[in-house]
């Protein structure tokens, strides 16, 4: 049991009051115990209860509808006396709890809904689950079954909730709780309009009366996410000032921006860390509660109606918990309609909550204040014990054994008899809210800023949203803030390709007339080519699922379009990209003797700068279309060797029609980091130097011709040799050899130089189409929205 839900007044009261020493003052109530007199029997008992109640509030509500008992003279003498304490202890038991949990003394409202009042009404929903189609195709193809037999399984669907109703306004905070299977992401997900395989057998949901459509949503609704998807490098007011550009309308100026950023941050408490890196697991930053307050703030920037919000303590101590839902609550108090779903939360957290609604396989056990639900449970025969936490108590009790087939049948009957119970009792009620005894419970007020009641200028919102242009350049800006701000990856990146060009150029080092025969140039240049897409592709394919869940969220809540993001995205890049091909391009080119000429230099560069380039492309449109990213050590060395084998250099093409079948039936458990790749390793052995392109199978000849390792070394090859001579050594002599007899020899001369150029280009731009393709028609879902 939490040390904060123990009663401390039980110990002490009343006698701390006179100033006794604890010490004392304990080993006296230990005597009081031991005394036999009935009367000081009956006194103490009736002082642990009356300071019971005053800790637990629903303690008050059980005890009255457990006995409501006539009072004796004595007993109401004593009553009399202690009047006053009763009426004081509430309120200072309220006062040291918000001392003790307060993150900040102002209790202000800084930032309330100026809209109309909201209501969200579900009525007699009943919704069916579509298990199969929560399991990802590349699961299922991984188990040699196909996604479009399994979801047309009848015993795949369930219901995920039945005949559910109830009616929320604005000013209340919803809780949803229950273990886990209850329904509660079932719920979320129908309300939200975000069903991922689910479909919806009867009822619906109304807001503000009129029925859900994805438009009202996004117009009314913000939905904040069990995980917390921000770039790290980003201060915490930076965050909010980005999406503060494309988010609210575009009629807002740049001061109505920034004050409404810095009343967001006011409201949810993050002044004093409004300049700090926000952070995640590997950067360091805000603490994991800020953290889930500026994903908070990133959907309260546009001041919605209605906030929902998925598990949103998940992963946090107690304490930071329990800030964050006072805040939740005091956001509900200023006009605003706040739902929540939680497991079984704390006893202090459970007092704060308006409403509550209890739920287990899809029913509805209870809906109503969080204050009467004990005396709920305890009329229908089921009391809270003392010192329990009503929530651990009552999500216990209508959990679900699964632990045979006897228990879970006995458990599910007693859970249907109770959604039944509740269900006749609140029959009559349009809200379905079951009431109790009327009792107030202070847990603390809120008042309003007066700097806010000045502020009416943003009273009506307008929904136009900034174009297509103000969002690219603010995602450019965000982007180009985050990677630069990154110093150890780009230093790693940095040193990595200078080590690597350094490396290759001490290998094939080359003073003065003394040149490189001709094999070990082609090799130079091959490998030249070859080695730096391969560490381009695992970075940049890497940083594209680390930020896959965050462009899901933002593209599913509609903060911009694919495009904008799409040439945000390619543009980003550019600078990081030349800074790479420069460093790792000089270094080689002079300490390998190659054309010392500036055009033969800006012509290699070019080339360079192109296949780079045309790696970063295909990286990124494999990272959006394979949805998750499975990479480690051992299965990358194994992928690459296999490859390698089947390539036709280590064995005949001829023969390689059993390995390829093999390779072709592992390879559908893979994802966009395997297929990466393979298709990078492909290219690299249909290049052209490792066998000759006049030797190769149908297959992995139309392979060469979309490599762009092949174009490139065709490229790089023609720069050095054609219409040059070259030393050939023939025992003692050297005899000049034309390059472009060298050139026909290779079959590297079929088309001219410009050619090889557009060649490069058009790849790169059929990457880039398949890109934008992917980002506009797949959803960028990461592993854990599946």
Known sequence: MPLSDVPLAERFCPYLDSGQNPKCVCQRLAREECWDSYWHREEAREARSRN???????????????????????TGKAAEQRGLRQEAAPQDAVGLQDSLFSSESDNSLYFTYSGPSNTLEVSDLSYQVDTASQVPWFEQLAQFKMPWTSRNSQDSRELGIQNLSFKVRSGQMLAVIGSSGCGRASLLDVITGRGHGGKIKSGQVRINGQPSTPQLMRKCVAHVRQHDQLLPNLTVRETLAFIAQIRLPRTFSQAQRDKRVEDVIAELRLRQCANTRVGNAYVRGVSGGERRRVSIGVQLLWNPGILILDEPTSGLDSFTAHNLVRTLSRLAKGNRLV???????????FRLFDLVLLMTSGTTIYLGTAQHMVQYFTAIGHPCPRYSNPADFYVDLTSIDRRSREQEEATREKARSLAALFLEKVRDFDDFVWKGEARELDVGTCVESPALLQDTSCLQTPTKLPGAVQQFTTLIRR??????RDLPTLLIHGAEACLMSLTIGFLFYGHGAIKLPFMDK???????????????????????HSERAMLYYELEDGLYTAGPYFFAKVTGELPEHCAYTIIYVMPTYWLANLQPDPEPFLLHFLLLWL???????????????????????????????????????????????????????TSLALMSSFFGNALYNSFYLTGGFMISLDNLWTVPAWISEVSFLRWCFDGLMQVQFK??????????????????????????????LYAIYLILLGLCGGYLVLYYLSLRFIKQKSSQDW
């Open 522 to 544: 082609a090799a130079l240049l091959f490998m030249t080519v070859a080695l730096i897409p391969f560490n381009v592709i695992l970075d940049v394919i890497s940083k594209c």
């Open 479 to 484: 982007q180009l803030s985050n990677d630069f």
């Open 723 to 752: 219409e040059r001579p070259y030393p050939i050594p023939l025992g003692n002599l050297t005899i000049p050899v034309p390059g472009d007899t060298l050139l026909h020899a290779m079959g590297l001369n079929a088309h001219p």
């Open 611 to 665: 296949v780079v380039f045309c790696c970063r492309a295909m990286a990124l449109s494999t990272a959006a279309i394979f949805p998750t990213f499975h990479m480690s050590s051992f299965f990358g060395n194994a992928l690459y060797n296999s490859f390698y084998l089947t390539g036709g250099f280590m064995i005949s093409l001829d023969n390689l029609w059993t390995g390829w079948r093999f390779q072709k039936l």
């Open 339 to 349: 739902l929540i779903s939680l497991h079984q939360p704390r006893s202090d957290i």
């Open 52 to 74: 019971q109640d005053e800790r637990w509030p629903w303690g008050q509500a059980a005890a009255a509808a457990q006995s409501r008992k006539p009072v004796g003279p004595m």
